[in-house]
DNA sequence: AACAGCTTATAATAAATATCATAAGTTTTT
DNA sequence: AAAAACTTATGATATTTATTATAAGCTGTT
């Protein structure tokens, strides 16, 4: 159970990376060779914690690959999960211009590759190019409203509205295709939606017998995704 | 019903003001003048909108006194308010370096006065001088920051819960002190919460009953602090 | 292979919350 | 001042959701 033994560090080019233009559009060469100097790129395993709540930040990091959860405890030991994020709309960490330590623990839900870099270097570096530290404010803002907006969405809705929501959330959003393997548990669905497990799984089963969508395990298809979304929108 | 008839336009010098050093404290004296030189500020009547959901935004904006609402309308015409905001915490809107329109409504529930200055300057400024842009950063950070846990912490709760929540959060955090008057209705606390407004009322009155809190109309009294406590903590 | 621990599943029951109905008190409009 | 519209208030009932219990299906470990 040891969270380190299945880390492996990757050699990797930055000005070579695909993710560069989105993160730093308008860093100079030099300034990206400075910050990817003594960068770090790790492969986690599904399951792996790869920041924990209440943990100094001392780095920057972003999601190359793969998908991640955020989520924070309660005092009663539960877990809340706040959102989901792919590569391309995960930037470091929310927290990391108005915290010192984590506020939420971030974990793989799938295999992931997350590059780091030193906090301290990109904040230096963010400080002193305006257009850098622009497009960083932009990334953590659409983040940031993201998850704002998608609560308020979950919020008005209904327990079967709640986990239409989900299905074709990560239909739509993060698969991009109606039949998919669902990353997380029926219990990590139901930390995200703020339900009980019991219930996402009636629910589910409940869709499954009015023929929206098929079953097999984690695999789901959905199969009447009009419908679908019709109970998402109005329950 | 006119929005625009009780707005009064005041005149006032940017570098007096006390809230200078908060959000401009980065700007020189020169980009201080140039931004403030075209700017407007206004004051709003409990019950005034701000600024408009799909609307364009134009403006930079903060509030220099009052209290405000953050809110957005779902589909079926009912509100649901995001967070309420007073001077030290709201900076302009959330949307603004992620959005060209806003995507909640703000309004005043109390009478506040907000400075307006051009959108185009102030992000022109940002984007040359970094120290600004990261001051920036770091206020929407916060502000987003509180929104997401404060709306974590209210989902795990249950409905007396939450209601003690609120009545905390404005004793703590908006009046200071465990008499005040409400800003907002049992309907904007339900709109806040996510319950019913015949809940709020009724959790409201056994407060009383049970003699946490006095009531006389939108004047409470927290009487026993610690109890509330214990039930926004723990139901 | 057997065991423990976890996830998925389903049903019955209990608890929480919403809806509906009604009324008194306030505020706004006419 | 009366009427209309809204807010606060309370009770009864219906609906939604959680809890409890029980079991089958996996997964990893010994």
């Given at each position: ?22 993160f730093f559009?308008h860093v100079t060469i030099e300034e990206l060779t400075d910050i990817c100097d003594i960068k ?20 920057f ?56 870099l030193d906090l301290n270097l990109v904040k230096n570096h963010a400080s002193k190019n305006a257009m850098f530290a622009m497009d960083l ?99």
């Amino acid at each position: 159970m040891t969270i380190d033994m299945n880390l492996e560090s990757i050699k990797c080019d930055c000005k070579q990376c695909k993710l560069k233009s989105l993160f730093f559009s308008h860093v100079t060469i030099e300034e990206l060779t400075d910050i990817c100097d003594i960068k770090e790129e790790r492969a986690y395993s599904k399951g792996d914690i790869i920041t924990k709540e209440g943990d100094v930040i001392k780095e920057f990091l972003y999601l190359k690959e793969g998908l991640v959860k955020l989520s924070k405890s309660t005092t009663e030991g539960k877990d809340q999960i706040i959102s989901f994020s792919k590569p391309f709309d995960f930037v470091s960490l929310l927290s990391i211009f108005s915290s010192d330590v984590y506020k939420y623990s971030v974990s793989a839900i799938e295999d992931s590759h997350v590059c780091i870099l030193d906090l301290n270097l990109v904040k230096n570096h963010a400080s002193k190019n305006a257009m850098f530290a622009m497009d960083l404010m932009k990334r953590v803002s659409e983040a940031t409203d993201k998850i704002v907006l998608d609560n308020l969405e979950i919020r008005r809705k209904h327990l079967k509205g709640r986990v239409a929501h989900v299905l074709l959330y990560f239909a739509k959003y993060i698969y991009e295709k109606d039949e998919f393997e669902l990353p997380v548990s029926r219990r990590e669905i139901a930390e995200y939606i703020g339900m009980t497990t019991e219930n996402v799984i009636r629910t589910l089963s409940e869709f499954r017998k009015d023929k929206i969508i098929k079953i097999f395990g984690k695999d789901i298809q959905i199969v009447d995704k009009k419908r679908l979304e019709g109970i998402s929108e109005f329950g």
